[in-house]
């Protein structure tokens, strides 16, 4: 199956995230994210996504999946001209998804890729700051894999899955307060043994 749209979305006054400071008795100048309205947004985009299942004479199965999605979102005039023409905040420009499944009587395997694109975390466009308070998140990509072996007419089944394969280092969100203020980075490669049994 296929399936694709394409979509424009309008915001009015859209609230956000945006790079200031604030007095501060102890730093003079504390940097805090203030959220408010800050200007019109527009953001357009198309979808798809597809799924096809492959049955062998032999009763092995696969299935794939994928999806991508592609967004140019910006804020327009009506509100903080220093912001106008920039990016809005936590939209990725590319997302793409792939799973790939294949299964037999007694094993089942499992693939799961995906690739996050470059994305800011407040109205500036800043890419970097030395309190890492806000900045460019950027783009990443992750790898899950995945086996079960059953036996004993599906009753048991012993399965590893290994989450961010390749180990690749990458964060999806900043702290602001507690522990932070900075990154928060998301897992290393790890692995999960599962052993499970049942009755029929």
């Known amino acids: 199956t296929l399936d694709a749209s394409a979509f424009v979305l309008w915001y009015e006054g859209r609230i956000g995230l945006l790079a200031t400071t604030i007095p501060d008795p102890i730093l003079v100048e504390k940097p805090v994210l203030l959220r408010t309205n800050l200007s019109n947004a527009q953001t357009t985009g198309v979808e798809c996504s597809a799924s096809r299942r492959f049955v062998f004479s032999n009763g092995h199965v696969t299935t794939v999946l994928g999806s991508a999605s592609w967004m ?3 804020y327009g005039k009506g509100g903080l001209a220093a912001i106008e023409g920039n990016e809005v905040e936590l939209v990725p ?5 792939l799973s790939v499944r294949h299964q037999t009587e007694s094993w089942d395997f499992q693939m799961l890729a995906q690739h996050v694109g470059d994305q800011f975390t ?17 783009n990443y990509r992750v790898l899950d894999v995945g086996v079960q072996r059953r036996w004993a007419g599906g009753k048991w089944a012993v399965g590893i899955k290994v989450n ?16 932070g203020p900075g990154i928060l980075p ?14 029929r």
Do not use: K, M
């Open 72 to 74: 140019y979102s910006r």
């Open 93 to 97: 420009r590319a997302l793409v998804r």
């Open 122 to 138: 407040e109205a500036t466009n800043s890419t970097y700051t030395p309190t890492a308070l806000h900045g460019q998140i950027p």
């Open 164 to 179: 961010n394969a390749t180990n690749a280092s990458y964060f999806t969100r900043r702290a602001l307060a507690y522990p």
């Open 186 to 199: 998301s897992d290393g490669i790890n692995a999960r043994l599962t052993v499970s049994y049942s009755p």
